[in-house]
């Protein structure tokens, strides 16, 4: 009997805590599962170029590789630690001191070149990481990057998974203006992995491809930029120049063919961006004076409104002139102006209202 009734002891409790497991922790313990073995992974897009009128890159995002280290394992392989230094040119003893078995995944260098990461990576180095990243170029670097602008990278997080996800925002100029264009739609992809965190692919869900960015290709002609910033260059630094600013036209149309301030910035380089007045594109912030080209509205508006005459004398500090040219240089096409130029009207012309 003693028997028994420990037995249906023993069962009540068991009983009793599956009961709590499958009811009462369900929705709790369904969750772990899931994180367990459940993964959105987010498949970034690829922002989209931005090109000349010819199809020349005036800007694109690239792959760079950067070099982490995993402390921890790197102080258990003393020689892969002399290896590396040897590698990147750099005293051991420092290079030991820098490293903590808390830092696992410590940066190295930046953006490695094809030759020094096809060197380390044939160290076999079980504590180095080679990490990449995407990164946005501008292969012509200050020339047009008033134009062209820059991006920073942000962190937002990835749909409902709350995941963070980097990517490229554009901050300035075409990149800015632009951006919704250039910087896609990510896609993802839906895993299942088993206890020791490896892929089951039998249950891999259908993946959402990314959608890359798409171009977008400006007016501006790539040589004619460059003419342009030489000249604007040479004016800035000859004259001493508090601000340059160049814009070349196609005047039938009003295409820009190509535009420049200084002073200027080089959007692959940050330092370049301070002061904030680098940054800044003059031929479309800085309010400008129309000068002599608006001397003309001006006085023809004085004389339809009979507010002088065309013998009316005009002060212009440095002499007088009178209105006089003005009649001469509207209706004698045939004949030169004082000027050196030809009138708009023919000779045969009727006077205007004013004259």
Not at 213 to 230: A, S, Y
Not at 280 to 295: A, H, M, V, Y
């Amino acid at each position: 009997m003693t028997v028994f009734v420990l037995f249906a002891c023993g069962f009540t409790v068991i009983s009793s805590r599956l009961v709590y497991l499958q009811l009462v922790k369900h929705e709790e313990f369904r969750e772990k599962a899931i994180n367990l073995h459940y993964s959105v992974v987010p498949m970034p897009a690829q922002r989209g170029r931005i090109l000349d009128a010819g199809g020349q890159i005036l800007s694109q995002t690239v792959t760079v590789t950067d070099l982490r280290i995993d402390g921890k394992v790197a102080l258990e392989n003393p020689k892969e630690i002399a290896d590396i230094a040897e590698t990147l040119g750099w005293p051991l003893a420092r290079f030991q001191i820098s490293l903590s078995p808390k830092k696992r995944d410590m940066l190295l260098a930046k953006e490695l070149n094809p030759e020094q990461e096809k060197v380390l990576r044939q160290l076999r180095a079980k504590s180095l990481i080679f990490a990449s990243r995407s990164k946005r170029s501008y292969p012509n670097g200050e020339e047009g990057s008033h134009i062209i602008g820059y991006t920073n990278v942000i962190s937002k997080n990835f749909g409902d998974s709350g995941i963070p996800v980097e990517f490229e925002k554009g901050v300035q100029g075409v990149e800015e203006i632009m951006d919704t264009y250039l910087k896609g739609v990510p896609g993802e992809r839906r895993i299942v992995r088993n206890r020791k965190r490896q892929e089951i692919a039998a249950y891999r869900q259908m993946d959402r491809e990314p959608k890359d960015g798409m171009d977008v290709v400006l007016t501006i002609n790539r040589t004619i930029q460059h003419q342009i910033e030489e000249e604007a260059e040479r004016i800035y630094h000859e004259y001493s120049a508090k601000g340059v600013n160049i814009v070349v036209l196609r005047v039938a149309t009003g295409e820009i063919l190509g535009m420049t301030s200084r002073p200027t910035f080089d959007p692959n380089d940050r330092s370049t961006f301070n002061p904030p007045e680098n940054l800044r594109n003059r031929s479309l912030q800085d309010q400008i004076e129309p000068g002599s080209t608006f001397k003309i509205i001006t006085l023809a508006a004085a004389l339809n409104e009979r507010l002088m005459t065309p013998n009316t004398p005009i002060f212009v500090k440095m002499g007088l002139l009178t209105t006089r040219i003005v009649r001469f240089m509207t209706l004698h096409r045939t004949a030169p102006c004082p000027c050196g130029r030809r009138s708009l009207y023919p000779a045969t012309s009727p006077l205007p209202r004013w004259a």
